[in-house]
């Protein structure tokens, strides 16, 4: 059976401070957009049957893109090559989920062959900082990962994973970390150990993780004035 898309009911996201790229407030329905959840997957024309009939173009923030859904809308989108430009959309686009996440985070640290408690801890932290859950439930994806890390064959499946995130998805989850390790104002030699494998997961140079730490350093300086 297909899901319901949120516009439907309850929307679990706060839209109310969510803008479109003009500055205009996004709807619950565009809001809640997700194309790699399990209802579009399964039934794309009837998940968008309430943008077609509300809101035939919207901006979805969680992918960061506007859709269009009216077959006439679309086809004058495709013929209009001035106006419209298509190139972003060979963009490279991974979903960043804490499944995703947690797996990326549990191969780095394992990728030395030493995986302590306190960087399992470290980990419980940054995906509960990134998604905004509960720790525990951090630490349930953190144990998934786990298991399923020790039955894969392929040791490297979540590196070419995140080959698919955009620039922008690995500058927030090397700051994500960065913040976790800096909350108690210190960077111990094995969490500079730690992120150094994170950074190289991620495919994100030594220069590019040093400036995300200095952005989340000046963010921690304003915060505590």
């Known amino acids: 059976m297909s899901e319901t898309h949120p516009a439907a009911g309850a929307c679990p996201v706060d839209h109310a401070a969510l803008r479109d790229p003009n500055g205009r407030p996004v709807s619950a329905g565009a809001a809640a957009f997700d194309?790699?959840?399990?209802?579009?997957?399964?039934?794309?024309?009837?998940?968008l049957r309430w943008a077609r009939a509300q809101e035939p173009v919207f901006f979805a923030p969680q992918i960061g893109y506007w859709v269009v859904t009216r077959y006439?809308?679309?086809?004058?989108?495709?013929?209009?090559?001035?106006?419209f430009d298509a190139s972003v959309a060979l963009e490279r686009m991974t979903p960043?989920?804490?499944?995703?996440?947690?797996?990326?985070?549990?191969?780095?640290?394992?990728?030395?062959?030493?995986?302590?408690?306190?960087?399992?801890?470290l980990i419980d932290r940054a995906i509960a900082l990134a998604f905004n859950i509960e720790l525990t439930r951090a630490s349930d994806y953190r144990t998934a990962a786990e298991e399923a890390d020790g039955m894969s064959d392929d040791?490297?499946?979540?590196?070419?994973?995140?080959?698919?995130?955009?620039?922008e998805q690995r500058?927030?989850?090397i700051q994500s970390l960065w913040r976790v390790v800096l909350a108690d104002r210190e960077n111990d030699?094995?969490?500079?150990?730690?992120?150094?494998?994170a950074a190289r997961t991620l495919g994100v140079s030594e220069s590019d993780s040093r400036r995300a730490l200095k952005?989340?350093?000046r963010a921690l300086k304003r915060k505590r004035r």
């Open 35 to 47: 194309p790699f959840g399990d209802g579009y997957q399964q039934n794309p024309p009837e998940y």
């Open 155 to 167: 040791a490297r499946k979540f590196a070419r994973l995140a080959q698919g995130f955009s620039d």
């Open 171 to 173: 500058n927030a989850i």
């Open 189 to 197: 030699y094995w969490e500079s150990a730690f992120m150094k494998r």
């Open 96 to 121: 960043v989920t804490p499944q995703v996440l947690a797996g990326l985070l549990v191969e780095a640290a394992r990728s030395d062959g030493h995986y302590p408690a306190a960087e399992k801890g």
């Open 215 to 217: 952005e989340v350093e």
């Open 72 to 83: 006439d809308d679309i086809k004058a989108v495709f013929r209009d090559h001035e106006t």
